[in-house]
């Protein structure tokens, strides 16, 4: 896996589960400002395969009004990129500045 962290590139077109949509609005964030956020600010923290053709990345959001994590499955055998969930990170399970588990 490529070295972390670093800046979110995006390879493939972007796929909104039905869990993101009901997340965003529990948080209060727009999917226009999420999406800003992500091309703009994300920066991978974690990553790990999930399969032969994919892997698990989180995605931290800092400049929002509060550390956001958003979960990014990379699929290159269908080349396209999910977003399984965003939330905001225990600040126990996460160190201080919200890149390295506890």
Do not use: C, N
């Not at 972390?4 to 949509?21: A, G, I, N, S, Y």
């Not at 923290?45 to 994919?54: H, K, L, N, T, Y």
């Not at 399970?93 to 588990?101: C, E, G, I, Q, T």
């Amino acid at each position: 896996m490529d070295e972390v962290p670093r800046r979110k590139v995006w390879l493939f077109p972007v796929v909104l589960t039905e869990h993101v949509f009901d997340k965003v609005r529990l948080l209060d964030i727009g999917l226009a400002e999420l999406e800003a956020l992500l091309v703009d600010e994300g920066e991978v923290i974690e990553e790990v395969p999930v399969e032969d053709s994919a892997s698990k990345e989180i995605v931290l959001l800092v400049p929002w009004r509060r550390p956001l994590h958003v979960v990014v499955i990379v699929d290159t055998a269908h080349q396209e990129e999910r977003l399984i969930t965003v939330y905001e990170p225990h600040a126990d399970r996460w160190s201080d500045d919200f890149r390295r588990r506890r």
